[in-house]
């Protein structure tokens, strides 16, 4: 099912306010834009720190074994050759990567605009469970924190642009390359947590076709319910004139826009509880809290090296009445 593009949004509401209706729609993340890459990339495990909350970041889960402090440098190669983003001049204030050479991982920030090119040749076999991500998250702060389905009929519309030109694997379980719109939910009554993956890029299908699964990340330990933008309708809706789950790279804007309405989160739940009775999550889409967005760009390295390049732009969440998607 195809939907109408949402409307565009006119008011804003923080979480919490009065005269908040159903017919209300909350502005909860719009993509800043960001001056340059200090400031705006982390490396957590390097700097023995949690990732910070209530902002936009980019994060790095592998020190680089390059440096002492785990830490990426500054980096001068067009690294746009791999993610489709150029950023302005001087390269060197806008990317930072594994080494200062071409070809090595490099993360990018310029404006309105985000990007990775990662290589699994810039870690050790084995490295992190043969996985590398470098991803951008926000982290709401607990005052911006809501419920999103606390009021029946409500939907969450996400909208965002990607291009995603590179991407090498050997389309297997151990080496693969995908990139997935993941939204983590938290029942606060029984510290449920469900990292909601919406699939916008798989390397290798349809031979390899994302289609919707329930899975234990683990790394976090956390419930994954994973759907496939325009491949599957009972967990995700694309909306009218969406992009759908890509199985190649592609060079060149494509925006994805979808919304994982009401019904969608609550088929979403009862798929979860009769695939993994062990869970006992709540079938009650009210108990559960949104509390972080994130793009997962990621590759696996087990059988065979992979590399993958994009990058993002104007990515948005909006939390909205599903009637007006009809």
């Known amino acids: ?10 008011g804003y509401l923080p979480s919490g306010t009065a005269a908040q209706t159903s017919a ?14 200090a400031g705006n990339f ?29 830490e990426l440098v500054p980096t001068g190669w067009p690294a746009g050759e791999k993610t489709g983003f150029y ?16 070809g090595t991982s490099t993360v990018q920030a310029d404006g309105d605009t985000v990007g990775a090119y990662i290589t699994s040749t810039d870690l050790s076999a084995g490295s992190h469970q043969f996985k590398m991500m470098i991803t951008p998250q926000i ?24 291009q995603v030109p590179t991407a090498m694997d050997a389309h297997n379980d151990g080496s693969d390359t995908y990139v997935n719109a993941d939204l983590v939910f938290v029942d606060r009554n029984r510290n449920t947590k469900i990292s909601y993956g919406c699939n916008l890029f798989f390397n290798g299908h349809p031979r390899r076709r994302p289609v919707g699964n329930i899975a234990v990340d ?53 798929a979860l509880n009769q695939r ?7 079938v009650n889409p009210s108990d559960y809290t949104l509390v972080q967005f994130h793009l997962n760009a990621e590759l696996h390295f087990k059988t065979s090296a992979a590399e993958l390049g994009w990058s993002m732009r104007h990515a948005k969440i909006v939390i909205t009445d599903a009637t007006v998607l009809q």
């Open 218 to 270: 683990s790394d976090t330990q956390n419930t994954m319910i994973n759907s496939a933008v325009g491949l599957q309708r009972d967990w995700v809706t694309a909306l009218r004139g969406s992009a759908v789950s890509q199985g190649a790279p592609w060079q060149g804007w494509k925006a994805f826009n979808f919304a994982i309405t009401e019904n969608n989160f609550v088929s979403a739940l009862a």
């Open 276 to 282: 993994n009775p062990d869970a006992h999550a709540s």
């Open 139 to 162: 982290i709401f702060a607990p005052a911006d924190q809501v419920r999103p389905y606390d009021q029946a009929g409500r939907a969450i519309v996400v909208a965002l642009e990607l």
């Open 24 to 37: 209300t729609p909350i502005i909860l993340f719009e993509q800043p834009s960001l001056s340059d890459i």
């Open 1 to 10: 099912m195809v939907l109408p593009l949402l409307a565009p949004i006119v």
């Open 87 to 102: 950023p302005s001049a001087p390269l060197a204030r806008h990317q930072a990567g594994f080494r200062d050479m071409p």
């Open 42 to 70: 982390f490396v957590p495990p390097a700097e023995h720190s949690p990732p910070r909350v209530g902002v936009f970041t980019l994060i790095l889960w592998q020190p680089n074994p390059n440096q002492q402090d785990g």
